[in-house]
Every structure is written in C-alpha cells, then in structure tokens.
C-alpha cells in the first residue's frame, strides 16, 4: 500500500493523510466518459468578531490551506473586494452590530462574523490606532503548528500586516484581522513543545504566554486492502503529553466509512504515546483522505 503526506508548498492547516487502496484495472472505466470536474473547494477566513465601520481583513484558502489571490468575495454589505498576492483582501465591516456574511462570487462558499460595536468607545480605542493597553484575552493553549487559530482581545488593527504574531519567536501569517479578533497560522518551521506567544502592534507588545505546540499525525493500515475489509486509523499528537479533543473528518465518504459518521472527535490517550485510534471499513477502490484539527477544550459541535 502506498502511503503519502500531503503537505501544502507554503501554507497547510491541518493534518491530511491520503492513501492508495488496491484494486484489479477495469477497462471500462478508461473508456467511460469524463465526468464534469467539480470546482476546487475555497475556504473563506473571517476574523471571529469584526468592530462596527472598522477596517477588518479576510483571507480565501484553498483545500490544501494555501492562500489564493485574484479571487472576489461579495460581502452582505454589498462590498466586493478581491483578494492580493497574499490571498487576502482588506475591507470595511458594517456600520451597526449584527452579522457580516461572506460569499465568494459564482460559488457556495459562504462565511459569516459577528459585528459587534466597541466595547470602550473612548478615544484610546479608535478603529485607526490600537489601544494603548494592547491585550491578548482569549487564545487556544494548545496549538497545531499546521492549523490555524484564533487570538482575541483588545488593540489589534485592521490590517492583518499590522499585527505582528509570534510564536517560538518566529514570525506567523495573520490571515484575518480586525481590532479585536486575529486568525493566524503558526510559520513553516515552528518547532513542538513548550512556547510561548507574544503580539506586537504599532510598537506595543503583549505577551508572551504560555502555548503548547503539537504534530498531529495520522498512520493507517500498513499493506494494502480489499474492498469491504476492516481497518483502523491512529491520530498521533506529538509535543504534548496531556489528553486533547481531535476533530476527524473524511474527506471520501465513498472510499472509506468512519463508524460514527463523516465528522467525529476522538480524545487521545494521553502519555507517551499520545495517540487515539479511529475503526474504518473500505467501501470502493481509490485514494481517500481523512483530516484532523484539534478541538479547543470549550467547544461546541463540529462545524459542519
């Protein structure tokens, strides 16, 4: 059985895993018409909270978690901004608290935030400048260094450049921003274990604090199978030795079946190994690829 890594060329958000299951060559199927390809999937990244008529930034992914330029995204507010080099595209978010919805042209792709109006409507937390007590207030302890995660608190800017984030003290990719909500993603060499996590804004610092950083990795079965045999996955985690909430998803439902649906979360073992195993059954011949993120120890349901 041939097993392989998918690891995105600069950007990669979660742990993948894609393997070859055996099959006998129909001829047939060379012969059979093309099917009409479906579009790539795109991933739109909003920052959680947006602050009322302040700049904010979003980011389009594609399904690998590299970023992509050149792509437009209508938001509810019937602004139409399209993404730089970068992948990622400045804008201006409502003008009243509610909800900001994101769309990206000619597709399903849809994100929303919430908008919510300044909590200090005093001067020192303007939507042009951070606040003179730049603060971090929430942040996941545990962190993979392939996904991203969401920091909130208080002085951030608008403009995701603007904010400098880093973790081992390497520099990370903000990829959506506002003044009170960043979605980063860790740098490519990051090491695992024990770090910490510090911001720096318009020369204000805050931090660093305490983070734990993580490999997750998947291994599956070690030869190759035939359809409609038993197996079993293992999600590794690497850097931790405490027990952590893993969120699994298939992504070929028609492949391989997970007992407990598409979207399932497991809690590792704790210790050394740090691992949790996953049943499976073989449903056709073909790749399939299964994901992994971890689940923040206060979450809700999977966002499906």
């Known amino acids: 059985m041939s097993l392989r890594r998918i690891r995105g060329k600069k950007y990669l958000t979660r742990a993948i895993l894609t393997i070859l299951v055996a099959a006998c060559p129909v001829i047939a199927v060379a012969q059979a018409h093309p099917k009409a390809q479906t579009p790539a999937p795109r991933i739109i990244v909003l920052p959680q909270k947006a602050i009322a ?77 951070p606040s003179a007590g730049l603060r971090v207030l929430s942040y996941p302890h545990f962190l993979s260094i392939h996904d991203q995660f969401t920091i909130e608190g208080a002085g951030f800017r608008g403009e995701a450049d603007a904010n400098r984030v880093f973790l081992a003290d390497q520099l990370c990719l903000v990829l959506a921003s506002s003044p009170v909500s960043l979605v980063v993603l860790p740098g490519l060499h990051i090491p695992i274990g024990a770090a910490g996590l510090r911001l720096s804004v318009a020369g204000l610092s805050a931090g660093p604090n305490p983070v734990v950083l993580v490999l997750l990795e998947f291994s599956g079965p070690a030869e190759a199978v035939n359809v409609g045999a038993q197996g079993k996955l293992t999600v590794h985690v690497y850097g931790a030795r405490e027990r952590l909430v893993v969120e699994v998803r298939n992504g070929s439902p028609e492949i391989i079946q997970l007992p407990r649906g598409n979207v399932q979360r497991v809690t590792t073992s704790g210790g050394e190994p740090n691992a949790a195993e996953i049943e499976m059954k073989f449903l056709a011949p073909g790749n399939y690829t299964v994901t992994a993120r971890l689940i923040p120890a206060a979450s809700g349901l999977p966002d499906l």
Do not use: H
Request: proline share 8%.
């Open 53 to 129: 008529g302040a700049p904010a930034t979003l980011a389009v992914l594609d399904a690998a978690g590299r970023t992509l330029p050149n792509v437009v995204v209508e938001l509810s507010t019937g602004q139409k901004v399209t993404t730089d080099v970068t992948g990622r595209a400045l804008f201006t978010a409502p003008s009243e608290a509610g909800v900001l919805t994101a769309q990206i042209s000619g597709r399903n792709t849809i994100k929303s935030s919430m908008v919510v109006n300044f909590p200090d409507p005093t001067p020192q937390a303007s939507s042009e400048s």
